[in-house]
């Protein structure tokens, strides 16, 4: 970029194990005046003072995560009653 700094954000969804928790440290104390929420997930494309920003995918960690429903068979359920269901997350 244009004005040769670096900047990184940590982006936090619905699906973190860690969504309410208290943050921690780098020597691993936790934060406890700091909570972990949920991020806007709205993309920064300008900086503060509204230059492009550029991003380095080499530098970029994605979390891989998948969403799957468990249901209960239908012939196991009680009569009258629809199967139940439970939906898992699988985070790598």
Known sequence: PATN??????????TDPHL???A????????NDQIINI???VYPTKDNDQNPLETEFGLSTFKDHQTMV???MPEKAPM?????S???????
Do not use: F
């Open 20 to 22: 309410g928790l208290p």
């Open 70 to 72: 468990l249901q209960e």
């Open 39 to 41: 991020t806007s997930s």
């Open 80 to 84: 009258g009653q629809l199967p139940r």
């Open 24 to 31: 921690v440290d780098d020597s691993g104390r936790e934060l």
């Open 86 to 92: 439970i939906e898992l997350i699988l985070d790598d």
């Open 5 to 14: 700094k670096h900047q990184s954000k940590n982006y936090v969804d619905a």
